[in-house]
T-cell receptor, first 114, second 113 residues
Framework: AQSVAQPEDQVNVAEGNPLTVKCTYS??????LFWYVQYPNRGLQFLLK??????LVKGSYGFEAEFNKSQTSFHLKKPSALVSDSALYFC????????????FGTGTSLTVIP | DADVTQTPRNRITKTGKRIMLECSQT?????MYWYRQDPGLGLRLIYY???????NKGEISDGYSVSRQAQAKFSLSLESAIPNQTALYFC????????????FGPGTRLTVL
């Protein structure tokens, strides 16, 4: 069965420090990988995606993610956290061959402490 | 987010009532999805549709039905609402290409008393 794991429900980081939000997946083949962010009372917004090529993907708002095929991971990172980055973050995968469905992780709540 | 709209944004109803949540999109996408979000469970797929004549069940379709009235409109119905259907509901769209992301509506917060 396809699955996406976000092992941390909550991540706290001080403003200005680097942040990492973890994601691992178990999906057949080589899926496409996505990160979304959800601010309070809003829908999910696309941050970045990995399709192919360079393992380090850059996205919106200074975020980046590193794809690691051997560890089946796609961790979200940012070199210097802002208070405004506080939100709920979701990792998602989409099968490469069919692409019919997206599989989402359970979400990680990021709090950046001033 | 304005490309995908959902109505109503908030709804409180009673057990046993029939409820319809509506979704409209102006992105011209063929594929539309309904999810529910519960704390600690992330997003779970209820139904999805690839065109007007194509409806597919998702992970948690029991107790729900859908209607794809047009390419731009996809409605979710709760035939007889129950309290454990209290959740945040999202509509999303995507193009047919596997590399494309999903675009989400703002959500409908449904409370079943």
């Amino acid at each position: 069965a396809q699955s996406v794991a976000q092992p941390e429900d909550q991540v706290n980081v001080a403003e200005g420090n680097p942040l990492t939000v973890k994601c691992t997946y178990s999906v057949s083949g080589n899926p496409y990988l996505f990160w979304y962010v959800q601010y309070p009372n809003r829908g999910l917004q696309f941050l970045l995606k990995y399709i192919t090529g360079d393992n380090l993907v850059k996205g919106s708002y200074g975020f980046e993610a590193e794809f690691n095929k051997s560890q089946t991971s796609f961790h979200l990172k940012k070199p210097s956290a802002l208070v405004s980055d506080s939100a709920l973050y979701f990792c998602a995968v989409r099968e490469r061959n069919t692409g019919n469905q997206f599989y989402f992780g359970t979400g990680t709540s990021l709090t950046v402490i001033p | 987010d304005a490309d995908v709209t959902q109505t109503p944004r908030n709804r409180i109803t009673k057990t046993g009532k029939r409820i319809m949540l509506e979704c409209s999109q102006t992105k011209g996408h063929d594929r539309m999805y309904w999810y529910r979000q519960d704390p600690g469970l992330g997003l779970r797929l209820i139904y999805y549709s690839f065109d007007v004549k194509d409806i597919n069940k998702g992970e948690i379709s029991d107790g729900y039905s859908v209607s794809r009235q047009a390419q731009a409109k996809f409605s979710l119905s709760l035939e007889s609402a129950i309290p454990n259907q209290t959740a945040l509901y999202f509509c999303a769209t995507t193009e047919g290409f596997s590399t494309d992301t999903q675009y989400f509506g703002p959500g409908t917060r449904l409370t079943v008393l």
